[in-house]
């Protein structure tokens, strides 16, 4: 009992350190340097560009120091900043646990089954670093990957029996939460033997034969709306409904090209393909985590939200 004391003590510290700033600052402030630009903040919480700007302002004045500083590309964190993000994350996390008023939830001798629902795209890239991370911290908890999307995705997770859903962006749903994790651009693959070996222009696509995914629950893919704004159409020979299968016919089939998020390209790294820039950029690929509003004080939820947001992180990081 007396070790459990001396713990909860020192989780408090935690919070007592910045017990005069707003919680809501602070999460401000954490989604500024996981994403290193006031407007993905501002996309990523919800809220304007101006909201998030006051808040970084209230923060400068609290802690006395810049925090953030713009660059070419959106702001870079101080030294000072960077000295207390890791303070400030367990600090929003122990709060988050503290106001749900449930217990902790302890990885390291949890046996609990982790429900997650993601794509093929998930499966490839995520869930072999997800189970790398898990067997170092939650050892004993095993993870099923559900296909369920649409109304039953929001059923299972109303009903608890998803835990977190991994996906683009989605439309508003009833009481489901969603937070964006990763941003990525797209590029083209093609075999090694493939005679393209330059960059390539948005027109440029509508001349080559393609290999698309398109999986069976979507009517059309938004790749193929963006590309018909520009002018483009391309002349798919291969139609798949899952992306397991585009190495090896590209592979396979040196003429063929596919349009791939650069996060799965990289996956594919074994398969001996060529990756061409686009030289116009595309619309980027976003994922977002998606959680019922039951589960969000839930300490098991947080910890789960925390681990996958940690691992897209790195993962954005390269």
């Given at each position: 009992?007396?070790?459990?004391?001396?713990?909860?003590?020192?989780?408090?510290?935690?919070?007592?350190?910045?017990?005069?700033?707003d919680l809501?600052?602070?999460?401000?402030?954490?989604?500024?340097?996981?994403?290193?630009?006031?407007?993905?903040?501002?996309?990523?919480?919800?809220?304007?560009?101006?909201?998030?700007s006051?808040?970084?302002?209230?923060l400068?004045?609290?802690?006395?120091?810049?925090?953030?500083?713009?660059?070419?590309?959106g702001?870079?964190?101080?030294?000072?900043?960077?000295?207390?993000?890791?303070?400030?994350?367990?600090?929003?996390?122990?709060?988050?646990?503290?106001?749900?008023?449930?217990?902790?939830?302890?990885?390291?001798?949890?046996?609990?089954?982790?429900?997650?629902?993601?794509?093929?795209m998930?499966?490839?890239?995520?869930?072999?670093?997800?189970?790398?991370?898990?067997?170092?911290?939650?050892?004993?908890?095993?993870?099923?990957?559900?296909?369920?999307?649409?109304?039953?995705?929001?059923?299972?997770?109303?009903?608890?029996?998803?835990?977190?859903?991994?996906?683009?962006?989605?439309?508003?749903?009833?009481?489901?939460?969603?937070?964006?994790?990763?941003?990525?651009?797209?590029?083209?693959?093609?075999?090694?033997?493939?005679?393209?070996?330059?960059?390539?222009?948005?027109?440029?696509?509508?001349?080559?034969?393609?290999?698309?995914?398109?999986?069976?629950?979507?009517?059309?893919?938004?790749?193929?709306?963006?590309?018909?704004?520009?002018g483009?159409?391309?002349?798919?020979?291969?139609?798949?409904?899952n992306?397991?299968?585009?190495?090896?016919?590209?592979?396979s089939?040196?003429?063929?090209?596919?349009?791939?998020?650069?996060?799965?390209?990289?996956?594919?790294?074994?398969?001996?393909?060529?990756?061409?820039?686009?030289?116009?950029?595309?619309?980027?690929?976003?994922?977002f985590?998606?959680?019922?509003?039951?589960?969000?004080?839930?300490?098991?939820?947080?910890?789960?939200?925390?681990?996958?947001?940690?691992?897209?992180?790195?993962?954005?990081r390269?």
């Amino acid at each position: 009992m007396r070790n459990r004391s001396a713990r909860i003590r020192i989780d408090l510290k935690w919070l007592m350190r910045y017990r005069e700033v707003d919680l809501n600052l602070l999460v401000v402030f954490n989604e500024l340097i996981d994403n290193g630009s006031v407007l993905k903040a501002s996309r990523s919480l919800g809220v304007t560009q101006g909201a998030v700007s006051q808040s970084l302002a209230k923060l400068r004045k609290h802690f006395d120091d810049e925090l953030f500083i713009k660059t070419n590309t959106g702001v870079a964190p101080t030294s000072f900043a960077i000295s207390i993000a890791e303070d400030v994350r367990q600090s929003i996390a122990f709060a988050e646990a503290a106001l749900g008023g449930r217990g902790r939830f302890d990885p390291a001798i949890s046996a609990r089954d982790i429900r997650l629902c993601m794509g093929d795209m998930g499966e490839i890239r995520i869930l072999p670093r997800l189970l790398s991370v898990l067997r170092k911290v939650a050892p004993r908890c095993r993870i099923f990957v559900l296909d369920l999307w649409g109304e039953e995705l929001k059923q299972g997770l109303e009903r608890g029996e998803v835990d977190l859903a991994i996906s683009g962006r989605g439309a508003p749903i009833g009481d489901v939460f969603q937070q964006k994790l990763y941003e990525t651009d797209y590029l083209v693959l093609t075999s090694k033997a493939s005679s393209l070996n330059h960059d390539l222009s948005i027109a440029d696509l509508s001349g080559l034969r393609h290999v698309a995914v398109s999986p069976g629950r979507l009517e059309h893919l938004y790749l193929d709306d963006v590309l018909a704004q520009a002018g483009v159409r391309r002349n798919v020979v291969v139609r798949t409904a899952n992306w397991v299968s585009v190495p090896h016919v590209l592979r396979s089939q040196p003429d063929l090209v596919s349009i791939v998020p650069k996060f799965l390209a990289l996956a594919y790294k074994d398969f001996d393909l060529k990756s061409l820039k686009l030289t116009e950029a595309l619309p980027s690929v976003e994922v977002f985590q998606f959680w019922h509003r039951r589960a969000t004080s839930d300490p098991y939820n947080i910890w789960l939200r925390g681990q996958i947001r940690e691992l897209f992180t790195r993962e954005q990081r390269g």
